[in-house]
């Protein structure tokens, strides 16, 4: 009778398992309004800060305007001085040919005094008188020759510290300039990021509420309840192209377009442009965006796997295969991938990319207009090789 029980007890429990209903996120019309006013207020903020940043940089650039003016003048200090020094140069070469004329002249010889020679040699007291005050002021010539011979020397080690001096603080000049230039373009760029604008994103959500309002939807009714078609559910997922390699990882320093920003996707590649991508898992086509300037053609996916809400997006498309409210399967082309002739390095007009890939993005719940701020890292579902570090199959 115990193990009756028991049996039972355990085939309750199972069946209490399997007929649970799977949960997924419900959300209304009242929600997208939320996230439409939220979208609107970080636009704002946005543009607050835009605006700062151009006062910002307007500052900057009087203050480059100075500084370049201040480095012209430099500059020409510079080349006065070096050719002051040139000509200092010559003067001493010619001051020290003069006095050694003078004294080979004025020097005492083997023979005799050459000044008593000179004076001896004289015909009357008024001769003599002459000839001793040309011998002074020879001699007394000599020794201002090299006080000035000195003096030169001495201008020419203050030019030539002055010089340095200059040249240092030109240095610290420009230096100054670079990291204000640094600082305030990292200020701008981390407004930008890979993706939709938050005005294509406002401007898309609005036409979304206006669908679902032309479907009849109510403020606070389940928005699936009242859609045409609605996310079908799944049990697992794909990886988006049949084969490929990881280039770039997700969140990592950008060094091409974007140094610094994040990046809320994983970059796959290793195969050519036009290459076809698929869905991820069974799901239905939620936004799809073209010809943007960060991100190209782009579609976001929505998905209801093993119970739980999430958003796929694959970015920089050479073309797009499907259309909003279209379910996709993992059979079903997405696109094709591009990122090469469509970026703006290779004539395009997608400024984010500088090479052919897809940009493979995941987040929670089905957020195709707010993605990045519930994005996370696709290998926490997908096992990837490391970057460069080998292939995916299907």
Not at 21 to 38: C, G
Request: aromatic letters at 10%.
């Amino acid at each position: 009778m115990g193990d009756k029980v028991r049996k039972l007890t355990m085939i309750i429990v199972l069946l209490s398992v399997f007929l649970i209903p799977i949960k997924v996120e419900a959300k209304s019309l009242n929600d997208f309004y939320n996230e439409l006013a939220d979208l609107e207020k970080k636009y704002e903020e946005a543009n607050s800060s835009k605006k700062l940043n151009e006062q910002q940089l307007e500052q900057l650039g009087k203050e480059i305007n100075s500084i370049n003016a201040s480095i012209l003048q430099a500059q020409e200090d510079i080349k006065q001085a070096e050719q002051d020094i040139e000509d200092s140069n010559k003067k001493i070469e010619e001051k020290k040919n003069e006095t050694n004329e003078l004294m080979k002249f004025l020097q005492i010889t083997s023979g005799g005094n050459v000044y008593l020679e000179y004076l001896f040699e004289a015909e009357s007291y008024t001769d003599f008188i002459y000839r001793y005050s040309i011998v002074t002021q020879m001699s007394g010539y000599n020794n201002k020759l090299m006080e000035e011979l000195e003096t030169l020397i001495a201008e020419l080690n203050t030019k030539k510290q002055t010089l340095s001096d200059k040249q240092k603080d030109l240095e610290s000049q420009r230096k100054t300039l670079n990291d204000k230039q640094t600082t305030l373009r990292a200020n701008i760029s981390e407004l930008e990021v890979e993706g939709t604008t938050i005005e294509e994103d406002i401007a898309d959500m609005k036409k979304q509420i206006q669908v679902y309002e032309a479907q009849g939807c109510s403020r606070y009714q389940d928005i699936t309840t009242c859609q045409a078609t609605s996310v079908p559910t799944a049990d697992g997922w794909n990886y988006p192209l049949l084969w490929g390699c990881v280039t770039s990882e997700y969140t990592t320093y950008r060094e091409d377009w974007n140094p610094g920003s994040e990046h809320h996707g994983i970059d796959l590649s290793c195969v050519a442009e036009g290459t076809n991508v698929y869905a991820t898992a069974e799901g239905m086509v939620a936004r799809v965006v073209y010809g943007s300037t960060c991100g190209g053609n782009m579609v976001y996916v929505y998905h209801n796997v093993n119970g739980k809400a999430y958003t796929s997006v694959y970015m920089h498309l050479l073309s797009i295969s499907v259309s909003n409210g279209q379910i996709v399967f993992p059979s079903t082309v997405i696109g094709r991938m591009g990122g090469g002739s469509t970026s703006t390095a290779h004539g395009g007009y997608d400024r984010c990319t500088t090479g052919a890939h897809l940009h493979f993005g995941l987040a929670e719940g089905h957020n195709a207009y707010s993605f990045n701020s519930y994005s996370f890292n696709p290998r926490n579902i997908f096992y990837f090789p490391q970057i460069y570090g080998g292939y995916f199959s299907r």
